[in-house]
């Protein structure tokens, strides 16, 4: 019996499930390789909210993703509009004009059709009320480029990515991974080494796909690439993004690209354990800074909370707290936008204190006192008047303090005072490996490797100093689908 694969995939995510859907629909003979057992399958995406970006022009757009929309939900919401271009703009400002023109302009051109594409496969989307829109006058609104969700979340997509994959026919190895890659003599990829239950063992395939996560759950790799102190910060995901898929490129030559030394990291619970948990998920993440304050040990401020919708800055202002003493930070409410804060703030595992004076909440949360209660009332005094909105940048700032607030200030005026204590939580890293634009790794001298193809946080060049929210998973789909529908169709080609 032959068993050399067409397509092997290394990886069990979202990247590598959109691979295998992708080879499989073109008759390739699919194998996916996954390190972590089948009970801890799904990688990252397992843990995300499921929420994906994609550009669409209105209503009409969305409702082909959600055909299930009722008219009920239809006449109480305004999805407003997201075209190409605004999400072209996003990915370009945040980035600071460094994301690869042409991988950003295929991310953003094939956003919708691919989250249509698994739409058509099975996967099944909703509206993300929740975490994307704010009710004004009678109707949701949503607010930063971000609309749609996966039916259960990042579980749910996981479970109906594999569902399909392996209705396709793709064939899964659990607790198998990938640590180095086999050439022929010409310098083709033509298989794997893998170490499994058994042992090594090496499996032949045509085309290889890695999409096995990026190196933030290495340690020492984070130490190396993104500087002293990363070795400390907590793991969101997975414990098995190590970096392999990275490691067995570059070891045959596969050219570094992206901005290495940065990554995504957010608030998170302070006591959350060091890897993430299955049952919690993304739920220790603490994302309504906007509306609040952040502060230090020292009771000081040190960013802009409201420097633009949460979506454009929770992934930068990670890397911030991890320069705070300690690596803490805390972020304080008070009663009057209580109502505004997200569900993750209400799980029994947070790590929060209330009281009745600002003084009180620095003693319970172990803030410098003095310290706190000077900048609550200098913040205080830098409020300038104006409308407060949450679904616009509203521009209700402050004036003559540093950091300013930019918008959404409201004094912390109002008892009972909330204060939650959080650190560093990395989600993924920014650097990786070069692909064109049909998802093939290149080497040092940009020339195509054969046989090799990438997707997902492996691939560098995407993402540089911050992130516009739900781009991850809609990265790991457009450049998923694409690595596996070009290896299926080169190996079919021959
Ligand atoms: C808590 C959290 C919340 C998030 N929320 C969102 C969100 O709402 N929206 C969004 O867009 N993004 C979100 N993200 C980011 C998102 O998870 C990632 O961008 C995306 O899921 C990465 O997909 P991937 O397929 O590249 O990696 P993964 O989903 O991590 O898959 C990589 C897989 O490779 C496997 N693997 C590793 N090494 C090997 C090896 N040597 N051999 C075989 N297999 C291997 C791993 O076990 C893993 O299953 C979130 C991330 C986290 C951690």
Known sequence: MDTTYDVI??????????????ACERGARTLVLEKAPDYFRGGNTYFTGGIIRCAYDGMEDIKALIPDLTPEEEATTDVGHYTQDEFYSDVMRVTEGLADPELAQLLVAESHPTLLWLREKGVRFVLSFGRQAFKVDDKYHFWGGLVVEAVGAGKGLSDQQFEVAERLGASIRYQTKGIRLIQDKKGRVCGVVVQGPEGFEE???RAIVLACGGFEANAEMRARYLGPGWELAKVRGVPYNTGDGIRMALDIGAQPHGHWSSCHAVAWDINAP???DRTITELFQKHSYPFGLIVNLEGKRFVDEGADFRNYTYAAYGREILKQPLGAAFQLFDDKVKHLLRDEYRIAQATMATANTIEELADRLGINREGLVQTVRAFNAAVQPG????TVLDGKSTQGITPPKSNWALPLDTPPYLGYAVTCGITFTFGGLKIN?????????????????????????LFYHNYAGGSGLAAGAVFGKLAGSSAAEDVVKE
């Open 9 to 22: 995939i290394v990886g069990a995510g979202n990247a590598a499930l959109c691979a295998a859907i992708a």
């Open 203 to 205: 499996i032949h395939g």
């Open 274 to 276: 060091v890897y993430g």
């Open 387 to 390: 409308h407060f909105n949450p």
């Open 437 to 461: 634009s049909r998802g093939q790794v290149q080497d040092t001298e940009a020339n195509v490797i054969p046989g090799l193809y990438a997707a997902g946080e492996l691939v560098g060049g």
